[in-house]
């Protein structure tokens, strides 16, 4: 298995606070993403990033801001949560040494906003 | 935008039988995944192709470029096989990004 941790693997916050979730890879992976799930949608991109201080929107980006200061570490954050941003919340990293490599995902965290 | 459409929504089937489930996308691809999700939500890789057929045990995932379709077969299926399995697809004009179907919901009994 891919090393890949995300963490809080589980989060209960209120509407209006602001919410950080950390993905963490040993891989050394170039690329890492941020996807929600939700019941009717496949998932869907929040943000990724290409490289260290390398990020880019996808297409669920509002609200939502990144942060790569390593190349372990990819945060995600809900800079105020709103209920509309309850889902879980996977990251997956892919090494793209050739095109459209395949992506390994976290385990993911479910987050409820009250 | 790809759009892509899995079928079944929802499949349920003794332990034994063949499955099939069906990826239909929009727009040309540079490649395919067949992802499966488990009752624990766990996301694992299953397959990437971009031509032909892969098999890996009992999976056996096929594409056809020119009808924009793939589909994903399960022999002799076991319950451990259930699980929503997922197709995605790259385009090339979107560089390292991936489109999602919804998910087929597979359920196998014993």
């Known amino acids: 298995d891919a090393g890949i941790t995300q963490s809080p693997r589980h989060k209960v916050t209120e509407t209006g606070t602001p919410v950080t979730l950390r993905c963490h890879q040993t891989e050394n992976h170039r690329y890492m993403y941020w996807y929600r799930q939700d019941p009717g949608h496949g998932l869907r991109l929040i943000h990724y990033?290409?490289?260290?201080?390398?990020?880019d929107k996808g297409e669920v980006s509002d609200g939502y801001s990144v942060s790569r200061s390593k190349t372990e570490d990819f945060l995600l954050t809900l800079e105020s949560a709103t209920s509309s941003q309850t889902s879980v919340y996977f990251c997956a990293i892919s090494d793209w040494t050739v095109p459209q490599e395949t992506q390994y995902f976290g385990p993911g965290t479910r987050l409820l906003v009250l | 935008k790809n759009e892509v459409e899995q079928s079944p929504q929802n499949l349920t089937a003794q332990e034994g039988e063949f499955i099939t489930i069906n990826c239909s996308y929009s727009v040309g691809i540079s490649a395919l995944h067949w992802l499966q999700q488990h009752p624990g939500g766990g996301i694992v890789s299953l397959f990437m192709?971009?031509?032909g057929k892969k098999k890996h045990g009992r999976l056996i995932a096929t594409i056809n470029i020119q009808e924009k379709h793939s589909s994903l077969h399960i022999t002799a299926s076991h319950p451990r096989d259930s699980a929503v399995y997922i197709c995605a697809v790259g385009e090339k004009s979107s560089g390292d990004k991936l489109t999602f179907g919804t998910g087929t919901r597979l359920a196998v009994r014993p």
């Open positions: 990033s290409y490289g260290v201080k390398d990020t």
């Open positions: 192709l971009s031509s």
